[in-house]
């Protein structure tokens, strides 16, 4: 009996292809130079998609995949499916929570550290040889300031929880008040005028594509930074170059970008910036949970045991 086939919709890396061959002919549509042709010779015959955190699927194409049953995906963020529609057509979706909390986390902080303590700037002076010229500037401290954090999620609590240690005091917004001590903002202009550090944490997709916008930026403030390890979309980018060029925000730390992996030469070239390129979960280890859980999960649903961490 052949295996059933399943599109590939992001370039994966050889620890999830591996197990995944053991479990499905693997169409790779990322890579097909004749998108087109695939789908007109395997579409039919498509039972699963595996895609990334920030990969896309279509209406478009789900339209031409009629015996579609599952979309696998490998990352935390599943903005990339439409959710509803494929809930209104049965097809399971699937992705890698929990695995990567911490790693994402860490980075988070790794932002906030860099863009206060100017790290990646004393990191340059110190390979330029500059030190021999005189002492590098002094930078902020992080004792007794305020994050807030847009989205006290698995991964937002995660990072409250490692900057309360560092000293700082933690308010946030979502869409309703938690069971938890930090200072509930009801509106993001009011946590982005108590933060000095305004971390985005929140999913993406439609319901928060650009909510933090310029009035969000102006209740940041002169002293306020922002750090974005959840979407690129969350922020709109262009209203973030004005703040940073106009002195309106004091820095943006970003693993995230709103068209990875272009990054806006204004960013490149600003001080005030700290960029990274999308590594929340870049380690071998969270990879390879993800890898697992995101293969783990095709399996279940192929062999008709349940899911092991459904969307719906
Ligand atoms: C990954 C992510 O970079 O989990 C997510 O939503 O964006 C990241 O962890 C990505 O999914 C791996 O390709």
């Known amino acids: ?28 549509y990322f890579h097909a130079v004749d998108k087109d042709h695939l789908l007109a010779e395997m579409g039919a015959e498509i039972r699963g998609i595996v895609m990334a955190g920030g990969s896309v699927a279509p ?17 935390v963020g599943y903005d990339g499916v439409p959710v509803e529609h494929c809930r209104s057509r049965g097809v399971r979706v699937t992705n890698t929570p929990d695995v990567l909390t911490d790693d994402v986390a860490d980075i988070a902080v790794a932002l906030v550290l860099m863009t206060s303590r100017r790290l990646a700037e004393a990191e340059r002076f110190v390979r330029a040889e500059a030190w021999s010229r005189g002492a590098f500037p002094l930078a902020h401290a992080l004792r007794g300031k305020t994050a807030g954090i847009l989205g006290l999620g698995r991964i937002g609590a ?27 903002c009801a509106t993001l202009v009011e946590l982005a005028s108590v933060a ?31 750090i974005n390890i959840a979407r690129g979309s969350v922020v709109d980018q262009t209203a973030l170059i004005t ?39 870049g380690t071998h280890e969270t990879r390879q949970a993800m890898a697992d859980l995101c293969v783990g999960n095709v399996a279940a649903h192929l062999a008709g045991q349940p899911l092991l961490t459904p969307v719906c």
Do not use: W
């Open 59 to 75: 209406v478009t194409l789900l339209d031409q995949l009629p015996a579609l049953e599952i979309i696998s995906v490998f990352g």
């Open 158 to 184: 995660a990072i409250a929880h490692r900057l309360a240690a560092h000293g700082l005091s933690i308010a946030y917004h979502g869409r309703q008040p938690q069971a938890v001590e930090h200072r509930y």
């Open 243 to 281: 703040a940073l060029e106009q002195g309106i925000i004091r820095g943006a730390g970003l693993d995230v970008f709103e068209n990875e992996p272009q990054v806006p030469a204004a960013l490149l070239t600003s001080e005030k910036t700290v960029l990274l390129p999308h590594v929340g979960s």
């Open 196 to 226: 000095d550090f305004l971390i985005v944490a929140c999913p993406g997709g439609a319901k928060t594509h650009h909510l933090v916008n310029a009035e969000v930026l102006a209740a940041l403030g002169s002293r306020g930074t922002l």
């Open 1 to 28: 009996m052949s295996l059933p086939s399943v599109l590939l919709l992001a370039p994966l890396p050889d620890f999830l292809l591996t197990p995944l061959r053991q479990v499905a002919l693997c169409h790779d």
